[in-house]
Each structure stands twice: as structure tokens, then as C-alpha cells.
């Protein structure tokens, strides 16, 4: 539930109400908005008894939350979350654009995209050194090395990096040199990997799952807050369906429903979604249009030569030219980058 408190209720209102539930063994979340304060109550209702809460000084009303998810639901708190992670803010007035390699594949190529990232505009470098392949074959990435290029290209480029992160093992290398983690769409419901990825402090980005519905997504973003980090961004990156011109279908009806579910931002990822170059400049457009927080964009120096998801990887050339073309969709949708 949700105790919504009177204009100007005063602080001694506000601890009294918070100490009566925490004294019975309940949580508080807080929640300062710029139409009203509330509380937010997590925990088991029976031991509490919303009569005497009503009774309370400068209790407004109390408004149940149906929902499983609570501290990712957009009624504990309605302002909309504004992530801090380096340099840069993911947030309802900027578009965020994290960009790079599908996998790090050597210092080389690291630093190459890096700088050419960073002059067309992206704030963030991501780049896979643990790689989830659909093959056991396929290349698996560098692992911890690959970790130490994304610490290398952040410092000689000042962009903000982002690695996904599949063990507890890789949770534990990359808060050491990465900036935010990821949590990959095949992991989204490893709920021992989530509460880690909590515990850990970092900004997660949470990917939605290929077959997981917007609440089973919004549960699992619960499970990270829920150890204490609120500091999660949703991924959209496409789900299964029957068509298959496509790599996955970007469900981009998720942004809008996600908005008025959640207050955490929401970025789209058409690399992933689409499988396919061709198609990254549209759905990058559609998502800023639809008001998503952020894209993230694969991209590679040599597509053709790419160890992985080369199909799907823009070239600088093109990495720039749809930078220049967002400018507009962004200045409509009243968003900076
Ligand atoms: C990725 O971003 O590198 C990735 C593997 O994406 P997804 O989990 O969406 O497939
Ligand atoms: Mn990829």
C-alpha cells in the first residue's frame, strides 16, 4: 500500500507513520514527488492496521498496490528515476545513447570504436567481454581482459561503459572496471544473478527476456531494488513472436506502457531487436518517438569481419549519419544528447 500524506504534513507527521509501521515490522520507501509525499509500505499488510493509519495526523488518504512489484511500481513513486552513472545522466530530459562492440575483441578495436563513438555522441561505451552465445562454438569473449580494455577506452575517452555480466564470478570482476552492468535477456529471471547484481551497488540495465511479459520483467527489476539498488534501467531489446524477417520483434508498445507502470527509465535496443543493419536507423527513431530514455547500438569498425553480431552492426559511417538524424526526433520529443 501507499499512504498518501496532506500538502505540508510535517516531518514529525511523516516519522510517526514510519515509525508505527517499521515498529511492526514493515518497510518505508519515501518518496518526495513534486505533487505530493508518500510513503510506500512494503511487507506483510496483516500486521498493520490501515484503520489507525487513517486516523493518523496529515494522512491523506491510503491507496492499495495491487501489483507484486513495489518498488518499481510507478505509484510508490511517481516522479520519474534519473540514474547518475560517470559522466553522464539516464533520465527524462536526455537521450542516452550507449554504443559499441557486441564483444570486445582486442585493445585495438576497443579504443578505435570508442573515439568514434564519443565524436558522433553516444556517452556510453558497451562492449561484452562474457558473451552468452547461442552456440557453445561461437567466440565466448575476453573475459576479465576484455574488462580491463572497457577500463582503458573509459579513461582515455571519458565515455561511461557498460559490460554485460552472465555469473556471479563476472559480477564480481567488472564492478571493478566497468561503470554499469547488464543484465543479459537469457539471464532475466536467473534470480540469483538479479539479487547479486542488487547487492553489487552498480546501475544495472536490465534486458527484457525473450519470452517474459512486461510484469515478469518489471518483477525481476524488483528483485534488484529490492536489495537496496534503485539504480535499474529496463532494456527493450525485442521478444519472440511468429515472424521471422526479423532477428526478434521490438515490442515498442512496452515504452508507453512501461511509463505509466514504472518510474525507472526505459532505453531500446534495435541492434538485438532487429538482427539487421538495415533496420537500426527506423526503430532507433521510432524509440525516441515513443519516449524512450536511451538506445543502445551496436557497432563495429569492420561489420563483416565482427566476431559477433556483425549482421546487426552499424559502421562509423552510418553510427554517425543516424546520430545526425536522431537530432531532430530528440529536440521534438524534448530531449538533449
Ligand atoms: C548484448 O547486448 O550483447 C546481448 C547479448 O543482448 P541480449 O541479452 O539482448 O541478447
Ligand atoms: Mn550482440
Given at each position: 500500500?501507499?499512504?498518501?500524506?496532506k500538502?505540508?504534513?510535517?516531518?514529525?507527521?511523516m516519522?510517526?507513520i514510519s515509525?508505527?509501521?517499521?515498529?511492526?515490522g514493515?518497510?518505508?520507501?519515501?518518496?518526495?514527488?513534486?505533487?505530493?509525499?508518500?510513503?510506500?509500505?512494503?511487507?506483510?499488510?496483516?500486521?498493520?492496521?490501515?484503520?489507525?493509519?487513517?486516523?493518523?495526523?496529515d494522512?491523506?488518504?491510503i491507496?492499495?498496490?495491487?501489483e507484486?512489484?513495489?518498488?518499481?511500481?510507478?505509484?510508490?513513486?511517481?516522479?520519474?528515476?534519473?540514474?547518475?552513472?560517470?559522466?553522464?545522466?539516464?533520465?527524462?530530459?536526455?537521450l542516452t545513447?550507449?554504443?559499441?562492440?557486441?564483444?570486445?575483441?582486442?585493445?585495438?578495436?576497443?579504443?578505435t570504436?570508442?573515439?568514434?563513438?564519443?565524436?558522433a555522441?553516444?556517452?556510453f561505451?558497451?562492449?561484452?567481454?562474457?558473451?552468452?552465445?547461442?552456440?557453445?562454438?561461437?567466440?565466448?569473449?575476453?573475459?576479465?581482459e576484455g574488462?580491463?580494455?572497457?577500463?582503458?577506452?573509459s579513461?582515455?575517452?571519458?565515455?561511461?561503459?557498460i559490460?554485460?555480466?552472465v555469473?556471479?564470478?563476472?559480477?564480481?570482476q567488472?564492478?571493478?572496471y566497468?561503470?554499469?552492468?547488464?543484465i543479459?535477456?537469457?539471464?532475466?529471471?536467473?534470480?540469483?544473478?538479479?539479487?547479486?547484481?542488487?547487492?553489487?551497488?552498480?546501475?544495472?540495465?536490465?534486458?527484457?527476456g525473450?519470452?517474459?511479459t512486461?510484469?515478469?520483467w518489471?518483477?525481476?527489476?524488483?528483485?534488484?531494488i529490492?536489495?537496496?539498488?534503485?539504480n535499474?534501467?529496463l532494456?527493450?531489446?525485442?521478444?519472440?513472436?511468429?515472424?521471422?524477417?526479423?532477428?526478434?520483434?521490438?515490442?515498442?508498445?512496452?515504452?508507453?506502457v512501461?511509463?505509466?507502470?514504472?518510474?525507472l527509465?526505459?532505453?531500446i535496443?534495435?541492434?538485438?531487436?532487429?538482427g539487421?543493419?538495415?533496420?537500426?536507423?527506423?526503430?532507433?527513431?521510432?524509440?525516441v518517438?515513443?519516449?524512450?530514455?536511451?538506445?543502445?547500438i551496436?557497432?563495429?569498425?569492420?561489420?563483416a569481419?565482427?566476431?559477433?553480431?556483425?549482421?546487426?552492426?552499424?559502421?562509423?559511417?552510418?553510427?554517425?549519419q543516424?546520430?545526425?538524424?536522431?537530432?531532430?526526433?530528440?529536440?521534438l520529443v524534448?530531449?538533449?544528447?
Open positions: 500500500m501507499i499512504i498518501i500524506l500538502r505540508n504534513a510535517s516531518e514529525e507527521s516519522k510517526q515509525s508505527y509501521i517499521t515498529g511492526n514493515l518497510e518505508v520507501h519515501v518518496s518526495h514527488g513534486k505533487e505530493v509525499t508518500l510513503i510506500g509500505v512494503v511487507g506483510n499488510k496483516d500486521l498493520i492496521n490501515p484503520d489507525h493509519i487513517r486516523s493518523m495526523k494522512v491523506d488518504r491507496v492499495p498496490v495491487t507484486s512489484y513495489k518498488l518499481a511500481n510507478k505509484k510508490f513513486h511517481p516522479d520519474p528515476t534519473s540514474i547518475k552513472v560517470g559522466n553522464t545522466v539516464i533520465g527524462p530530459d536526455n545513447i550507449m554504443a559499441g562492440p557486441c564483444a570486445v575483441e582486442s585493445k585495438h578495436q576497443l579504443l570504436i570508442a573515439h568514434a563513438v564519443r565524436d555522441g553516444a556517452t561505451l558497451r562492449g561484452g567481454a562474457y558473451k552468452p552465445r547461442t552456440s557453445p562454438y561461437s567466440f565466448q569473449g575476453l573475459e576479465a574488462l580491463q580494455y572497457m577500463q582503458e577506452a579513461m582515455e575517452t571519458g565515455l561511461a561503459t559490460c554485460e555480466v555469473s556471479l564470478d563476472a559480477i564480481e567488472a564492478v571493478k566497468v561503470d554499469m552492468i547488464q543479459g535477456a537469457r539471464n532475466m529471471q536467473n534470480f540469483i544473478l538479479l539479487k547479486e547484481a542488487g547487492r553489487s551497488g552498480m546501475p544495472v540495465l536490465l534486458k527484457r525473450l519470452c517474459a512486461i510484469e515478469e518489471l518483477n525481476a527489476a524488483e528483485y534488484i529490492a536489495e537496496g539498488n534503485p535499474v534501467v532494456c527493450e531489446r525485442g521478444i519472440r513472436t511468429f515472424e521471422t524477417a526479423t532477428r526478434n520483434t521490438l515490442d515498442l508498445s512496452a515504452v508507453p512501461l511509463k505509466t507502470k514504472t518510474h527509465p526505459i532505453i535496443d534495435p541492434s538485438h531487436s532487429t539487421s543493419y538495415q533496420y537500426v536507423p527506423s526503430m532507433a527513431k521510432a524509440g518517438a515513443c519516449g524512450a530514455d536511451g538506445l543502445m551496436e557497432v563495429h569498425d569492420n561489420p569481419c565482427a566476431l559477433s553480431d556483425g549482421p546487426q552492426s552499424l559502421n562509423f559511417k552510418k553510427f554517425h543516424l546520430t545526425e538524424e536522431l537530432r531532430p526526433f530528440c529536440q524534448g530531449r538533449t544528447f
